[in-house]
């Protein structure tokens, strides 16, 4: 795999401000191959200002057969015991809160040999008035 990412802020001729991450992912294998030619599923998250709202483009969550169910019997690991922020989803987008922090969380699923560019614009917000 191969990833760059890509933070852009613009400002607004009504003095808001617009940040957009732009992450880029490409899947170096080789389709068919028996290691490196499976689907790359993926989930990533970006921490904003907690005042912010996002748009999301370029995402796809997996069908509900990747992933087995947890049973009755399934146990938390220790890892997944911090503390957060109550979870809500919008779309497909998970949005928690971390460290004072919005989390806005996403799956990208990429072929081997694809490129899948994935967006989050914040929403702008209007900076303060002398």
């Keep these: 795999m191969a990833e760059d990412v890509h933070l852009e802020t613009s400002f607004e001729s009504d003095g808001s401000l617009v940040d957009t ?3 880029s992912r490409t899947d170096n294998g080789t389709p068919g191959d028996q290691f490196t030619g499976l689907k790359n599923i993926d989930y990533v998250r ?3 200002p ?4 996002c748009s999301r483009r ?3 969550r997996p ?3 990747y992933f087995q169910k947890p049973t009755a019997r399934s146990k938390p690991r220790p890892c997944s015991r911090r503390r957060r922020g109550s979870l809500h989803r919008t779309g497909d987008t998970d949005i928690t809160e971390e460290s004072g922090l ?4 996403n799956w990208m699923q990429i072929e081997p040999g ?4 994935a967006k989050y614009p914040t929403a702008a917000f209007r900076a303060p008035t002398p």
């Design 21 to 23: 991450v732009t992450i």
């Design 46 to 48: 970006v921490y904003a």
């Design 50 to 53: 907690p005042d912010r709202n």
């Design 58 to 60: 370029g995402f796809e």
């Design 63 to 65: 069908a509900d057969g």
């Design 102 to 105: 919005a989390v806005f969380g």
């Design 114 to 117: 694809e490129t899948r560019v």
